[in-house]
């Protein structure tokens, strides 16, 4: 049994989870990072992840938290500007799913309601019969995310949560995305609806750091970034307004999540 199995699955384990689990912990964790002294765990976090990071732009890092939200180097995340096609915001493991009946199912045993996710019963009726896209990230991956497409967005609507691992194991154990700290704001597009985008903070994700309010904004235009610790993007679709590309919806079908890079096409207006 690893850890994460040991917290999540046992009786006393969730007793220790729950102050780790806390805004406290992740703040405080936040903080330890943001410090000089932590650029000493960055080749260790290198090695034990065996990453690549020829195609990022290393000259300004001064804390592990600074290498975590590392920039790209231009050019290495290509936007797909045809106007008929829906990007991925993010790098990741994607997953899509239908939202029947108000209920959307993430992952295996971890089912929840629009309204539990949104907090808004009726924001939560505008998606139903839609799609909802899962973009899991992983500690490794590139920590920043951008506008899914072009449009005017509302303001940010936080909402105040815990701070979970988004691994499988809790999300076996836990309703995680309706317990943890969130963010989300409605983008107002000309070819796909309204596109509701959520950033989901994690065990350890103290901070969902957005750019900027309501406002016009660009497909492809960073949005923000995540800190340390493996996370998720949520996009909320309406129903009739997008075709997922058939390769996802087929991998999705199996239960599988696949790869996907920012900027990447994920779907086709309808």
């Given at each position: 049994?690893?850890?994460?199995?040991?917290?999540?699955?046992?009786?006393?384990?969730?007793?220790?989870?729950?102050?780790?689990?806390?805004?406290?912990?992740?703040?405080?964790?936040?903080?330890?990072?943001?410090?000089?002294?932590?650029?000493?765990?960055?080749?260790?976090?290198?090695r034990?992840?065996?990453?690549?990071?020829?195609?990022y732009?290393?000259?300004?890092?001064?804390?592990?938290?600074?290498?975590?939200?590392?920039?790209?180097?231009?050019?290495?995340?290509?936007?797909?500007?045809?106007?008929?096609?829906?990007?991925?915001?993010?790098?990741?493991?994607?997953?899509?799913?239908?939202?029947?009946?108000?209920?959307?199912?993430?992952?295996?045993?971890?089912?929840?309601?629009?309204?539990?996710?949104?907090?808004?019963?009726?924001?939560?009726?505008?998606?139903?019969?839609?799609?909802?896209?899962?973009?899991?990230?992983?500690?490794?991956?590139?920590?920043?995310?951008?506008?899914?497409?072009?449009?005017?967005?509302?303001?940010?609507?936080?909402?105040?949560?815990?701070?979970?691992?988004?691994?499988?194991?809790?999300?076996?154990?836990?309703?995680?995305?309706?317990?943890?700290?969130?963010?989300?704001?409605?983008?107002?597009t000309?070819?796909?609806?309204?596109?509701?985008?959520?950033?989901?903070?994690?065990?350890?994700?103290?901070?969902?750091?957005?750019?900027?309010?309501?406002g016009?904004?660009?497909?492809?235009?960073?949005?923000?970034?995540?800190?340390?610790?493996?996370?998720?993007?949520?996009?909320?679709?309406?129903?009739?307004?997008?075709?997922?590309?058939?390769?996802?919806?087929?991998?999705?079908?199996?239960?599988?999540?696949?790869?996907?890079?920012?900027?990447?096409?994920i779907?086709?207006?309808?």
């Open positions: 049994m690893n850890t994460l199995e040991f917290l999540y699955g046992t009786a006393f384990g969730r007793i220790l989870l729950r102050p780790l689990a806390g805004k406290h912990v992740s703040a405080l964790s936040g903080r330890l990072l943001d410090t000089g002294a932590s650029k000493v765990l960055i080749p260790v976090f290198i034990r992840y065996h990453m690549d990071v020829s195609e732009d290393l000259t300004r890092i001064h804390s592990f938290n600074d290498f975590f939200c590392r920039p790209i180097k231009p050019g290495m995340r290509p936007v797909d500007m045809e106007p008929g096609h829906l990007i991925a915001p993010c790098d990741g493991l994607l997953k899509v799913y239908t939202i029947s009946e108000d209920r959307i199912l993430p992952v295996k045993q971890s089912a929840f309601t629009l309204k539990e996710l949104l907090q808004d019963e009726n924001l939560a009726k505008r998606y139903e019969g839609g799609t909802c896209a899962v973009f899991r990230l992983c500690v490794n991956h590139y920590h920043r995310y951008c506008y899914a497409d072009t449009g005017r967005k509302s303001g940010n609507c936080r909402i105040s949560g815990r701070f979970h691992t988004v691994r499988p194991v809790a999300l076996a154990h836990r309703p995680v995305f309706t317990q943890n700290a969130r963010e989300y704001t409605l983008i107002r000309a070819r796909f609806g309204t596109i509701l985008q959520m950033e989901v903070g994690a065990m350890l994700v103290g901070r969902i750091r957005n750019l900027k309010g309501a016009q904004v660009i497909r492809g235009e960073e949005k923000g970034m995540f800190q340390y610790g493996g996370s998720t993007i949520i996009l909320l679709l309406e129903k009739e307004k997008v075709r997922i590309r058939q390769t996802i919806l087929e991998a999705s079908l199996r239960g599988e999540e696949i790869p996907v890079r920012m900027g990447e096409w779907g086709t207006e309808l």
